[in-house]
DNA sequence: GACGGAAACTAATGCGCTTTAGCGTAGGGA
DNA sequence: TCCCTACGCTAAAGCGCATTAGTTTCCGTC
């Protein structure tokens, strides 16, 4: 490997050109104060040296970092396939790249972990911002970035104390839009099989289902798990154990989905003749299974997209939209039939 | 949102604690030239007022970036469910993080696109180093990065031009424990649905397949894709339509394997019964499918893991170990049976 | 009691860039 | 003719830190 080549600075330019550093800074950065002509004589230099701003200096001299951040607490184990986050990754660096934003990502185990990876970005001013997810009851990370006075926007809110402003998908409307779909086709005994109740998004969907479903539960009609596909598993069976089986069972996510069909089919019952399945999350499995599985649809990366959009407004002292809630949408598939 | 709190600098530690910047800076960075009284008295304010070192002055006074980068360049609608790329920045993320390092990503659309991304990260000195994956036939990257002389690791070689250090599962030993499974087994019409073969781990996979299936191969014996899970149903669909169908099927990955055995179910042909399938990818999905499919293990995890061990030691100029291969195994399932 | 030397600091410089203030020169209006 | 302004540029300061070269004090030593 060859040495790193010593990059030009500006007073490399500068001194090629028989100008000042500062008329060399002016030439690139746009502003006024030199002529035309010397303006294209040090863009021409600084493209035939492939001179290009020490990020670093600039951002030491009071422009910003141009970086924002994105920290995930996730138990790595449960990262089987979901591919939600990834997507998420894309949609929001995507917005991020077309501004010149950079997107530093750290993933943690726990959540004091992730507080004090906030707080050293924040500390080291390393981030203009930064990009949270699955807030969980009593989390303390919106009162500690207030504190911090560390713009940050919640992907996946809203935020009960509406300390952050956030972008969210109308949990409750997905979940009236499932029942009601069941409903409408006969269904009778509803049960939810639902990612860990601590996570907001998961409480908010409990409730919706028990409104909704009310008069329609099974017995049980929630059953939490933590999101892992053996969860998943355990909590079918048992629901098709119970006294009175359910007619239809919604999954939170594609994940347990999977797991799910498996465990009605290993115990003899057809999907969707016996028991109807739908996914709170749509993902290329979901068509791609046999049958393939009803589920409440989002597009992940759009919602990274309005994510980062949301967070540089917000970096940039732009008037930021209340609630950006994503209308889902339910794509009926071959998992849902009329009884 | 209050204002961003003004950060407390070292000036402002020096000047409380009646001593001098240098002191002080000796304090925080353990050397010597401080009392040990001198040194107590810094820390403690230090962490009382929660200073910590402004990152771009740091990195712009000789200190490393302590950032490396991650391009990727990839079809967004490939993205689908594959989990692989997610699992493997989790075990990258995981090294770099406990050496203080963080990982900048980006996503690209176009190889020429990820060129600018490398060229600039390198020439405003963002990072000290990237990843990049995904090798190509004829791909300029690793020409380019040795010309920036920006230190990289290849996630997925090995480079045919030897220009990048890489770390690398042994493909072609991967598909000959398909291969040998197989024909253990009694099958002996075997067929490869690959990815794109311009893909350099790609075109190794179907050597490997070509030459330890030969003998055995069915008619045709590899079809490639683009990933997609829709070329992998016509795929399948082709083979199975032949005039001597395959008694053993390989998909690149876990999508197309899917994919492929959806598409054998609806042609009315039973797996593991009629033919038997393996995945190149293991993933949740490989398990939680009924049958669970037959598959190449390998934990992208501790991939992602080697890899920034990798990039680090090159980084800090360490003598880097030369060939990093993994070596994969193969995970039995319900998906393959004796004939 | 003078001296070498270590210990504990301070002063000053530089990293590469942005920005403000300042300084000539040319042109235009009175 | 003189002044004022606009222009094109230079000089200098500053961002926050690391580091090197000095400076002072104190100690042990012969």
Redesign the interface.
Known sequence: ?????H?PTLKDLAARLGISESAASFALNGRPGVSEETRRRVLDLAKEL???????????SGIT?M?VGFVLTRD?RE?????F???L??GA??VL?TRGY???????SAVDEELA?L??WS????VEGVIISDLRRGDPRPAYL?E????AVLAGGPDPKKLLPCVTVDDAAAMRLIVDHLRATGHRRLAYVSGPADLLHVHRRIAAFRKAAAGSLAEPGVIGTDYG?EQGLAATRWLIEAPVRPDAVVFDNE?LA??G??AL??AGLSVPADISVVSCED???C????PSLTAVQRDP?VFGEAVAAKLLR?IHDEPVPDADAQQPNLAVRESTQQR
């Open positions: 490997m060859p040495p790193r080549r990059r492939q001179w290009a701003p020490h990020h670093a200096a600039r951002t030491l970092s970086t790595v990262f089987g396939m979901e591919s986050y990834l997507r990754l894309t660096q995507s790249s950079g997107l530093l990502f750290q993933m943690t990876v707080r050293r500390e080291e001013r390393r207030k911090l006075g560390l713009p596909d994940v999977v797991a069909v498996r089919r290993s993902s290329a499995i068509t791609a299974l046999q990366a917000l």
